[in-house]
């Protein structure tokens, strides 16, 4: 696999990629309108698909005058799709603004940056995967919650180096994603079971849990950690029985904007989607936030494609690698 960044982490600089690299992307309505659906979901993911639809705009609209207009919208649209991920964000970023040049074409240079953003998130997981195995047993038993595509890859790498290895994943409601993890988990031969969101304490504390190993939506520079809802009751219960809390998370689940300050929004989603509205009994409200805040304590270690990072060293990782541009959205 081609892997985009150099040896200290800084990504090259990178080319124009050939017109019609975006073609058949959606646009920038489509892809936002997947999405806030959640038809695209997974927070590397959504950033990926944001960052090429900002390219399809740009190769579709090279020669507009009001391009960067357009560009600036188009990033709006995008960003109110989902709230909490900052990798869209980043993935917004990056793409409008992280090119080396940005003025003489500003079409190319958005279609680079969006290029460079894929390129880096898709070269990830196999460098966060080779870091979690170095800390993973053999015969180890390790806990997922939600479906993180990167605790995927880390814990698919893990079974390929280590014998043994068998993974307990919740299931996540509401939308079930821990019945995504167990699948795919499955298909690649690793011994997974099946568990409800309620029983993973107990699980943790009966079946030798080692690790608890879970995704990323946002990392303040705090060392907290924004993750699917139910994440921070998992990580509690890990730390009572001193079970390790793993977080595999790319780079751009880093949050530059809360070094000003800002506090990641914890998206709140329809009731529909934890109780059909017909069978809710009377008098009774439904709230159904997704994302919590697990605390900087709790996280053992982030594992991500630039290096293994304590909670404390979190502040000045993002200072280092994030330098905040005046345009950024
Ligand atoms: P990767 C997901 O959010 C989960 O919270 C998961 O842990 C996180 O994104 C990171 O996923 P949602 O989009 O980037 O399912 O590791 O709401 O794939």
Redesign the pocket.
């Known amino acids: 696999m081609a892997r985009p960044n150099d040896d200290d982490g800084q990504p090259p600089a990178a080319p124009v990629p050939p017109k019609g690299t975006f073609a058949q992307i959606p646009d920038v309505a489509a892809t936002a309108e997947a999405i806030g659906s ?1 038809e695209v ?6 950033g990926r698909h944001a960052a090429r639809a900002l390219g399809r705009l740009a190769e579709e609209h090279a020669d507009d005058a009001d391009l960067d207009g357009r560009l600036m919208e188009a990033g709006r649209t995008l960003l109110a799709a989902r709230p909490t ?1 900052v ?1 869209l964000r980043n993935a917004i970023n990056l793409t409008l603004f992280g090119a080396d040049s940005e003025d003489a074409d500003r079409g190319g240079a958005v279609r680079a940056g969006a290029q460079r953003y894929v390129d880096i998130s898709l070269a990830a997981p196999e460098r966060i995967a080779a870091a979690f195995v170095a800390q993973v047993p053999d015969g180890a038993t390790l806990l997922t919650h ?6 995927e890859a880390c814990i698919i790498e893990a079974h390929r180096q280590r014998s043994d290895i068998r993974v307990f994943a919740d299931e996540t409601r509401p ?1 079930w ?1 821990g019945h995504i993890t167990s699948g795919r988990l499955a298909a690649a031969g690793v011994e997974v079971t099946l568990i409800v969101d309620s029983a993973a304490h107990h699980i943790m504390e009966t079946k030798g849990v080692d690790l608890l190993v ?4 946002t990392i303040t520079a705090d060392g907290g950690l924004y ?2 809802i139910g994440t921070r009751a998992v990580s509690l219960g890990a730390q009572s029985l001193d079970i390790p809390h793993i977080v ?1 998370a790319e780079t751009h689940k880093f949050s530059p904007y809360s070094l000003k300050g800002d506090v990641p929004q914890v998206e709140q989603r329809d009731a529909s989607e934890v109780i059909d509205p017909g069978r809710l009994p009377k008098g009774v409200k439904v709230e159904n936030p ?2 919590d805040r697990t605390a900087p304590g709790l996280v053992e270690r982030y594992v991500t494609d630039q290096g293994v990072l304590a909670p404390s060293e979190v502040r000045a990782f993002v200072v280092d690698r994030f330098p905040i541009k005046e345009r950024w959205i």
């Open positions: 959640m979901r997974g927070a590397a993911r959504i991920a990798s939600c479906h993180s595509s990167l605790a939308w994603q879970t995704g990323a939506d993750n699917k595999a997704v994302f």
